[in-house]
Nanobody, 130 residues
Framework: QLQLVESGGGSVQPGGSLRLACTASGFTLASRAIGWFRQAPGKEREGVSCISTTIGRSNYADAVKGRFTISRDSAGNTVYLQMNSLKPEDTAVYYC???????????????????????WGQGTQVTVSS
C-alpha cells in the first residue's frame, strides 16, 4: 500500500520559511507524481502543489505561486515543499499524496492535483502567526 509520511511543519512568524518533506517506506517516490495538500480548520482540503515524473514539471495553486517550490531529491526518495514568505492564511495541516500523472507525449507528463487514493497520512502542522 502506498504510504507516505509528512514532516517538517512548525510554527513561524509571517514572512518566515519552512521546508516540508514527504517520504515513503519500502519504495521510491521517483516513479510517482506527488502532490501537497492542506486543510485549514473548518475548511475543505485543497491542493497546493504537485510534481510530475517529468523532470522540472510542477503545478501550483494560485495562492502559493511565487512563494512555494516543490522538488525531489536526486535519489527520488523525498519530495520537498519549500515554503517562503509564509502568511497566516497558510496555516493548515499539510499532507502529501500520490496524484494523477497525465501523459502528454512520449517524454512529457503533467501532474494534476487529484489524489489517486482516498487515503491520507497524519500530516504535518504549519502555523503562521505573530
Amino acid at each position: 500500500q502506498l504510504q507516505l509520511v509528512e514532516s517538517g511543519g512548525g510554527s513561524v512568524q509571517p514572512g518566515g520559511s519552512l521546508r516540508l518533506a514527504c517520504t515513503a517506506s519500502g519504495f521510491t517516490l521517483a516513479s510517482r507524481a506527488i502532490g501537497w495538500f492542506r486543510q485549514a480548520p473548518g475548511k475543505e482540503r485543497e491542493g497546493v502543489s504537485c510534481i510530475s515524473t517529468t523532470i522540472g514539471r510542477s503545478n501550483y495553486a494560485d495562492a502559493v505561486k511565487g512563494r512555494f517550490t516543490i522538488s525531489r531529491d536526486s535519489a527520488g526518495n523525498t519530495v520537498y515543499l519549500q515554503m517562503n514568505s509564509l502568511k497566516p492564511e497558510d496555516t493548515a495541516v499539510y499532507y502529501c499524496a500520490a496524484v494523477q500523472n497525465i501523459p502528454i507525449s512520449s517524454d512529457l507528463t503533467l501532474c494534476v492535483l487529484k489524489p489517486i487514493l482516498d487515503s491520507w497520512g497524519q500530516g504535518t502542522q504549519v502555523t503562521v502567526s505573530s
